[in-house]
């Protein structure tokens, strides 16, 4: 099958997965904001901080360089298989001896029973992650997905289940431990086809894969304090109250690009590992991600920003506009944040994951200084603005690495983003219309804003992008 097939292939099926959990997601954090104290979500987010900090150490990279050495060795990988549970124990430990420390930083002592249930999920994901991984590497995106979409619904009513029990914080976590329970069993069921491991153990086999994890530990290691140093800030300083409200405008604003973009780049990243000694079809593949990316993104980002006070409301319930302003910041942070998630791609398929390490050390030096100062001197809008400006900054230097490593691209970057900027401004200007001279609040009014705008965005991309006859071709491809 051709590169171009199997990218429509797993975009179809990455597709379906995203819509189902995202209209999962969606439903459940309506649910819990009535349900749930503010800071219940805060809790949960702390929870969620510790949980993805170790998880940086517990795969070593191993996904990334499994992938580019396309790996098939059996011993390799059993001894990667049994490294990864040895690292998942010792993850496990950490977490529940370690907790009271954490517990005395954020002073919350509902923390602790949360941290010790989040303790079981190092030993539940890794007895599956490595078969995950080769699912990847041998592209079987239709697995994958329908994996994730069952192992999505099983957590979402385990959680919605408990949290109408009175489970509050806990339910989240529980759900959490199901799905990723039931995502493990299936993994090792389907993922027997490619590797059974075999009772083999030296890291001198995996030393490849070791230093080729180093910079990716590195970079992974500067990316989580560049991501959640607003969490760690806000927790410490402001409290889990204010948390709350700041985690769950983050999770409305940035979800579409949190969800869209690592599914796109786990569609991309295997196939355009193959095309790493051609970097013409390489930059040729970054282009139509980001232009994808900025397509699908921009619309949707503009719109929450235009409907975030009429939609908070009638979704969330009463007690969260506190979250209207800070979606609108994080908004501009999204747009910036997906035009530049596809950098990690080209660093990994050419094989030079050490400049994404220098450009988070980079970031992280001037970040660190900035939030700080804006936390303590605006409170919790300081530390959004923060990001925002340092989300640009890095934004600017992602650029410049691309260049780099896959040379001239910024006129053809430029033609393409113009188009979907031009025609989310052009639906911004009829929503804004519509709010002046006929309606603004309440659910009629709501909906046909939203409606109006989906049918300018989609009239606009119809007439100027994507004609009918490419929509044909595609539909008949899939």
């Known amino acids: 099958m051709s590169n171009k097939k199997l990218a429509i292939s797993g975009a179809k099926w990455t597709t379906i997965s995203t819509v189902v959990n995202t209209v999962l997601q969606f439903v459940q954090i309506a649910i819990l904001a009535r349900l749930l104290e503010p800071s219940s979500f805060g809790i949960v987010s702390i929870s969620t901080l510790v949980i993805t900090f170790l998880g940086i150490f517990a795969h070593f990279g191993f996904s ?33 001896f370690g907790s009271p420390l954490l517990v005395m930083y954020y002073k919350e002592p509902r923390l602790l029973e949360v941290l010790h249930i989040s303790a079981f999920y190092f030993p539940i994901v890794f007895l599956g992650q490595i078969y995950n991984i080769l699912l990847e590497k041998e592209l079987k995106f239709r697995s994958l997905a329908l994996t994730e979409i069952v192992c999505s619904i099983l957590a979402t009513s385990v959680t919605i289940v408990l949290a109408y029990q009175g489970f509050q914080a806990k339910s989240l976590v529980f759900g959490l431990l199901a799905g990723q329970t039931l995502k493990m069993i299936v993994q090792n069921i389907i993922g027997r086809v490619y590797f059974s491991p075999v009772w083999y153990f030296r890291l001198k086999e995996i030393k490849d894969h070791l230093m080729f994890g180093i910079y990716n530990i590195g970079d992974s290691l500067l990316g989580f304090a560049n991501s959640n140093m607003d969490t760690i800030l806000i927790g410490g300083v402001l409290g889990v109250k204010e948390l709350g409200y700041y985690t769950i405008a983050s999770q409305i604003a940035i979800y579409p ?88 791609t080209v660093a990994y398929s050419t094989g030079k994951p050490k400049l994404l390490f220098y450009l988070n050390l980079i970031t992280l030096i001037i970040k660190f200084p900035l939030i700080y100062f804006m936390a303590k001197q605006y409170g919790i809008m300081g530390i959004a603005y923060g990001f925002l400006i340092m989300t640009f900054i890095t934004l600017i230097l992602n650029f410049v690495l691309i260049q780099y490593m896959v040379g001239d691209f910024m006129k053809t970057f430029l033609e393409n983003i113009a188009k979907p900027v031009l025609f989310s401004l052009a639906m911004a200007v009829v929503i804004l219309l519509y709010k002046q001279f006929i309606g603004n609040t309440g659910v009629f009014h709501t909906i046909v804003q939203i409606a109006i705008g989906g049918l300018v965005y989609g009239g606009l991309t119809l007439k100027y992008k994507l004609s009918l006859s490419e929509i044909k071709n595609l539909k008949q491809s899939l």
Request: net charge neutral; charged share 10%; aromatic share 14%.
């Open 64 to 96: 990334n360089s499994i992938v580019y050495k396309q790996e098939s060795d059996h011993k390799v990988l059993s001894t990667i298989y049994f490294l990864n549970l040895m690292i998942g124990a010792a993850m496990f430990v950490i977490i529940y």
């Open 257 to 344: 690009v949190a969800r869209i973009c690592p599914i796109i780049v786990q569609i991309c990243y295997p196939i355009m590992a193959r095309m790493k000694e051609n970097l013409e079809q390489l930059k040729g593949a970054y282009l139509k991600i980001v232009d994808f990316l900025s397509y699908v993104n921009i619309p949707l980002l503009a719109g929450l920003y235009l409907m975030a006070a009429n939609v908070i409301p009638l979704i969330y319930g009463s007690g969260w506009d506190e979250t209207v302003p800070l979606i609108k910041i994080f908004v501009f942070t999204g747009i910036f944040s997906c035009l530049m998630y596809p950098l990690s």
